[in-house]
């Protein structure tokens, strides 16, 4: 006959199980930590709402959503402190890795300039017969010299932490880009402001 304590004992243990696989299920899903060079935030730490956008410089989708979606996101929800935003690194190719490379070479004060730049003229530098002068020629003109520019790219700590960020964002099921992470809610493709307000608005309002 079943008595009082081995009940409890039983709920215990499913309660405990319960957490246990409440715990997993948050571990699977949890997004990996910045990479060895730290993400470049904009927007305030305690922010109610979290957005980190995972992006290859070589994505026309990613350039299409800098273009169009990220000044009205940054005009209406960063500059006016109510969320905040990272960019990520998951490069496609070995073009895109070395954009991100260039965008992290002289520091996080010049990550945003950098990559705002790739990505306004990611036609004329990522999809033509000389990629890497076309590239040469663009970073120039935010300061760059041609030695400083193949410096860059032989830099194998900033490749390596690069690389890092990407194997990070593939295991949280990154697989495509754009990808972003809205406080740990996956909404993938180059969205629209429109879109956004409807992920964001329920998060602030809360």
């Known amino acids: 006959m079943t008595n009082r304590r ?23 899903t949890k997004l990996p930590d910045a990479g060895p060079l730290g993400d470049v935030w ?7 709402v979290t ?35 990272t960019l990520r690194e998951f490069p496609l190719d070995p073009l895109a890795m070395a954009g991100f490379m260039l965008a992290r070479c002289n520091g996080n004060d010049k990550y945003y300039p950098m990559t705002d730049l790739l990505f306004a003229q990611q036609k004329n530098w990522a999809f033509v017969d000389k990629p890497v002068d076309a590239l040469s020629t663009l970073v120039k003109q935010a300061g760059f010299t041609q ?20 194997d990070g964002g593939a295991k949280a099921g990154v697989d495509a880009t ?14 629209s402001i429109a ?9 602030l309002a809360k």
């Not at 904009?42 to 109610?48: Q, T």
């Not at 754009?178 to 969205?191: E, I, R």
Request: glycine share 6%.
């Open 51 to 85: 957005v980190i956008e995972y992006a290859s410089m070589t994505c026309s989708h990613c350039a299409h959503f800098h273009e169009t979606t990220w000044p009205e996101l940054k005009k209406k929800y960063i500059d006016t402190g109510k969320i905040r935003f």
């Open 195 to 203: 879109e956004f307000d409807k992920v964001l608005e329920p998060l």
């Open 42 to 48: 904009l927007g305030p730490a305690d922010a109610k």
């Open 6 to 28: 081995q009940l409890l004992t039983g709920a215990a243990g499913i309660a405990a199980a319960a957490l246990i696989g409440t715990s997993a299920a948050r571990a699977q």
């Open 178 to 191: 754009p990808t972003f992470f809205v406080n740990g809610q996956k909404v993938s493709g180059a969205v």
């Open 147 to 166: 030695e400083s520019f193949e410096a860059c790219l032989k830099r194998q700590d900033i490749y390596d932490a690069i690389t890092q960020v990407k």
